[in-house]
Nanobody
């Protein structure tokens, strides 16, 4: 089993920043990719950013230049630095891990941006 624990969400004013964290534990022998997705009310879950085991990154166009994904030194933790937040970024943010073809999800952390 794989467990993902997210933290760092909260309420912030437009223009502010938050740093989301996700720690993976359990059977994480080989993590192929880690990432963040988000789901706003009434909308489908969408990709925010991903990072591979080789540290290649990919971003949604809506967050490029404002968000930065990175991994911790132990490689079992992924971070999402979110800057210049706007109300459209309000959503539940989910951590996602791909291990040997299987996908695992965290429980989600709420990010609310007030105008």
């Amino acid at each position: 089993q794989v467990q993902l624990v997210e933290s760092g969400g909260g309420l912030v004013q437009a223009g502010g920043s938050l740093r989301l964290s996700c720690a993976a534990s359990g059977n994480i022998f080989m993590i192929n990719k880690m990432g963040w997705y988000r789901q706003a009310p009434g909308k489908q879950r969408e990709l925010v950013a991903t990072i591979t085991s080789g540290d290649s990154t990919n971003y949604a166009s809506s967050v490029k230049g404002r968000f930065t994904i990175s991994r911790g030194n132990a490689k079992n933790t992924v971070y999402l630095q979110t800057n210049s937040l706007n109300p459209e970024d309000t959503a539940v943010y989910y951590c996602n891990v791909l291990i040997l073809g299987r996908t695992y999800w965290g429980q989600g952390t709420q990010v609310t941006v007030s105008s």
